[in-house]
């Protein structure tokens, strides 16, 4: 574990919403062709690089782990419709990092180079990582 890190949360899975809870929380009915999107432990590739942020020495920051956050690569609340929750952590010290963008990295919150893998490059933005 990076020594800047100082604290984080694993993101926890839920089982995936039901349909009918689904359609409670986006305010629409979802018509029966429609597919449940199915959520893993490490979300949706939200895009396909890093990104570059510099970060603040003692401040708190929550790094998006479902990939449905408006406000990449940090979290905006998105994920509460799929049960997952984003990963805390703390600077120790103001610097430069690279934080997971296609949310496959197993350094979360940062990459790890997993983006380059034909696996991510060959999934569409706002889905699974085919197993």
Known sequence: ?????????????RP?????????????????????????????????TPFKVQLGEGKLYAWCSCGLSKKQPF????HKTVG???????????REVWLCGCKQTSDRPFCDGTHKT???????LGQNVAA
């Open 1 to 13: 574990m990076p020594a800047m890190l100082t604290a984080a949360v694993v993101p926890k899975l």
């Open 84 to 94: 997952m929750t984003p990963v805390r952590f703390k600077m120790e010290e103001t």
């Open 16 to 48: 995936a919403l039901k349909p009918r809870l689904l359609a409670q929380v986006v305010g629409r009915a979802l018509p029966r062709h429609e597919a449940v999107r199915q959520y893993t432990d490490k979300g949706v590739v939200a895009v396909k």
């Open 118 to 124: 034909d696996a991510v490059q060959n999934t569409e």
């Open 75 to 78: 979290c905006d609340g998105a």
